[in-house]
Nanobody, 117 residues
């Protein structure tokens, strides 16, 4: 099993920045891709960014150039640096890990990000 715990959400003004963290533990050697998803009220969960092998990254068009995904394997932590935040970035942000032993992977509990003046 893999456990994921997100932190770092909160309230921020438009144009501001936040850094989300996702600490992972358990059978971490089975992880081959990690990602951030988000879900706004009354909307489907959407993929925000992915990272594989520590360096291969991809971003949704809506966040490209503003968000940066990264990992620190020494700390077993994945980050999402979010800059130039917009009200439409308001959502619950979830950490996800794809593993070799479980097709659906694992999810964290989510952390709320609210962008509002």
């Amino acid at each position: 099993q893999v456990q994921l715990v997100e932190s770092g959400g909160g309230l921020v003004q438009p144009g501001g920045s936040l850094r989300l963290s996702c600490t992972f533990s358990g059978s971490i050697r089975s992880i081959y891709r990690m990602a951030w998803y988000r879900q706004a009220p009354e909307k489907l969960r959407e993929l925000v960014a992915t990272i594989a092998s520590g360096t291969s990254t991809n971003y949704a068009g809506s966040v490209k150039g503003r968000f940066t995904i990264s990992t620190d394997n020494a700390k077993n932590t994945m980050y999402l640096q979010m800059n130039s935040l917009k009200p439409e970035d308001t959502a619950i942000y979830y950490c996800h890990a794809l593993v070799t032993t479980r097709p659906e992977g694992y999810w964290g509990q989510g952390t709320q990000v609210t962008v509002s003046s």
